[in-house]
């Protein structure tokens, strides 16, 4: 373990540093790409603090939903091949739950903001990913 400040703190410093920068007096390109800079290092931020339990979340259901243990990238890509066999579809049970929740945990690290992404959550509180 590193000594502090953890990564997550850092990328939070840079993207405050980003957007209070005084930009008035810099061209407008520039100010979008601070920007740009900024909400880059939001989701770099994101991604550390939320990607490892959504990912061991997901690979939970994948094992559940399949019947096998294997990495995660091995397991999606054994859903994506039972799908396309027609061995898995929508009616298989766990199939709408595991994409729903998956989407949802993937939503929260990249556009956490989303209008859908915040309704869906809103709405169902029991299957919103812990952020």
């Known amino acids: 373990m590193q000594d502090e400040p953890e990564p997550k703190a ?7 540093l980003l957007r209070n920068t005084a930009q008035e007096d810099l061209p407008e390109r520039t100010r979008f790409l601070l920007r740009v800079a900024a909400n880059a ?5 994101r991604q550390l603090a939320l990607e490892p339990d959504s990912d061991a979340a997901e690979l939970r259901r994948l094992n559940a939903l399949l019947g096998s243990d294997g990495t995660l990238a091995e397991q999606n890509a054994r859903l994506c091949e039972a ?3 027609g061995a898995i579809s929508l009616a298989s049970e ?4 595991h994409l729903r929740a998956t989407a949802l945990e993937k939503l929260a690290v990249d556009q956490p ?10 709405r169902n ?7």
Not at 10 to 16: E, G, K
Not at 41 to 45: E, H, K, Q, S
Request: aromatic share 6%; hydrophobic share 55%; charged share 20%.
């Open 10 to 16: 850092i990328l939070a410093a840079i993207a405050r």
């Open 41 to 45: 290092a939001d989701l770099v931020g």
């Open 83 to 85: 799908i396309e066999a």
């Open 94 to 97: 766990g199939l709408v739950a």
């Open 113 to 122: 903001k989303y209008s859908a992404f915040v309704a869906a959550v809103g």
């Open 125 to 131: 509180e029991e299957q919103t990913p812990q952020r």
